[in-house]
C-alpha cells in the first residue's frame, strides 16, 4: 500500500504542474487585456499583476503556489477574494451527493443487466440490452439532461400534471432542510450522470461474467451437480465483479467531470457549477484550485480502488 501511495506521488505532482502551466499562460493572456480597460489605471494593473504572483519568475511562482498547497492552501479568488478551500466546502456535498448517488444507480442496474445479457447469451434479451447499452453509450450528458427536463418537468407541468423539479437542488425557501425535496431534486441530474455508465458498466459485466464462465473450476462445479444458481452467485460473480472495481475507480473522474456538465444544465450548486461559474468570470486562481482538487480526488479514487481490488483478492500484493 506505501508503494502505490508512493506511485501516486509523482501523477500528484505531475498534474498539479500541467494544471499550474495551463492556468499560468491563460493568467497571462488575460493580465495585458486589462490594459485596454478603461476603467483600470496603469497602477492597478500592476497591482492585480503583483497579487496574483506574475511579477516573480514562474519556478517561484509554482514553488510559492505547492508550497501553500502542502498547506492545505489552495488559494484565494481573484473576484471575491474567498479561500478556494472555502469554496470547495461550500459546494462539494452537493457534488458527491450527486456522484455517489448516479454511482449506485448505475451498479444497481449494470450489475444484474448485466448478468442477464451473459446469462441469456445470444438471446432476444441480449439483444435488446446490447441495443440499449450502445443507444446509452452514444447520448450526450448534456443532451440526455434537457430531454430528461422537458419530458419529466416541463411537458407534465404544461399538461397540470405532476412534474419533477427541472434544476436546483431543492425548493426556494426550503433551505436545504427538507430530505423529501431534495430527493426529489435530484431524480433527473442523477439520471443523467447515470445513464451513459450503467450502459459502458452493463457491458463490461457481460463481457467479464461470460469469460468467468468459461474457466475450469465452473465447468467442474457444474460437474458436480451443483445448482446452476449456486453456480452463479457463489463462483462467478465475486471473480466477475473484481475488474468491476478498478473500472468504477478509474471512471471516478470522469463521474466528476460528467456530474459537472449535468450540474450546469440543472442548476445543481455543486464544484461542477462553481467551477464554470468562476471559468466565466475568468477566476484564474479559483479554476486553478478547484482542478487541483479534483485531480486529488481523481487520485484519491484510483488508490480506493486499488484497495478495494486487493480487499476482494488478497492474491494481489503491491
Known sequence: MLRRIAVSLPTFIAAT???FLIMHVAAGSYIPGLDLNPNLTGAQVEQLKSYLGLDRPLYVQYGTWLFG???????????DGIPVLTLIQSRLPATLLLTLTATAVSLCVAVPTGIAAAVRRGRPLDHLLTSLSVTGYAIPAFWLGLLLILVFAVKPHDLGLPALPSGGIAKAG????DIPDRIVHLILPALAVAFGYIAIWSRFVRSSVLEVLGHDYIRTARAKGMAETRVLYIHVLRNAMIPLITLVGLEAPALFSGSLIIEVVFSWGGMGQLLYQRAVQTDYTAVLGLTTFMALLAIGGNLLADILYASADPRLRY
Do not use: E
Open 17 to 19: 504542474t500541467i494544471t
Open 69 to 79: 498547497l502542502a498547506h492545505g492552501d489552495f488559494g484565494r479568488s481573484m473576484t
Open 174 to 177: 426550503q433551505g436545504g432542510g
